[in-house]
């Protein structure tokens, strides 16, 4: 049994991650763990950069195919994907999708919260966007925090 499965929380070392250069511009990373009939996010890429072997596997991203355009993030019913952009001054771009309320507006400062929901860092949301019944919500973290920070507390 993986830990994951005892304690309900994925750690990095269960996912599939990119590499330095692939980070810098920008790419998507899914934590879907469960062998379960679900491709939307095969469909929604434009670039064919995600891809299963049947409809039961698991999706994996090609990483040099990605460019983090986003338009898997909303389509994943599981809300198991999320977007990572290192930009410069040590600074991410991390899109993730957010289904509460109130929905954050720009330039709001919000608490950035990790897998199990504990607080990381305070952040500044940087867009906010509704596609279908999800909105995207975009942040500006600290490098060093862009694959923990998985939700926000507005």
């Known amino acids: 049994m993986k830990e994951y499965e005892k304690t309900g929380v994925l750690s990095l070392k269960d996912l599939r991650l990119p590499n330095e250069k692939q980070l810098e511009k920008g790419v998507a990373i899914i934590e879907c763990v469960q062998h379960i009939p679900c491709n939307p996010c095969v ?12 409809i039961n596997d698991l999706p994996v991203v090609d990483f040099d195919k990605c460019v983090g ?4 993030i909303s389509v994943c019913p599981g809300l198991a994907i999320f977007v990572v952009k290192h930009i ?3 600074k991410a ?3 993730i999708p957010y289904e509460f309320l109130p ?4 330039n709001d400062k919000v608490e950035a919260l990790d897998r199990e929901g504990r607080f990381v860092d305070t952040v500044v949301v940087k867009k906010v966007v509704k596609k279908g019944k999800t909105w995207v919500v975009t942040v500006l973290a600290n490098v060093e925090d862009a694959m923990n920070i998985r939700n926000i507390r507005v």
Not at 69 to 72: E, H, S
């Open 43 to 54: 469909d929604a890429c434009p670039f064919d950069a995600i891809s299963m072997k049947d």
């Open 103 to 106: 929905v954050p507006s720009v």
């Open 93 to 95: 771009l991390i899109s």
């Open 88 to 90: 410069m001054d040590g």
């Open 69 to 72: 355009c986003g338009q898997c």
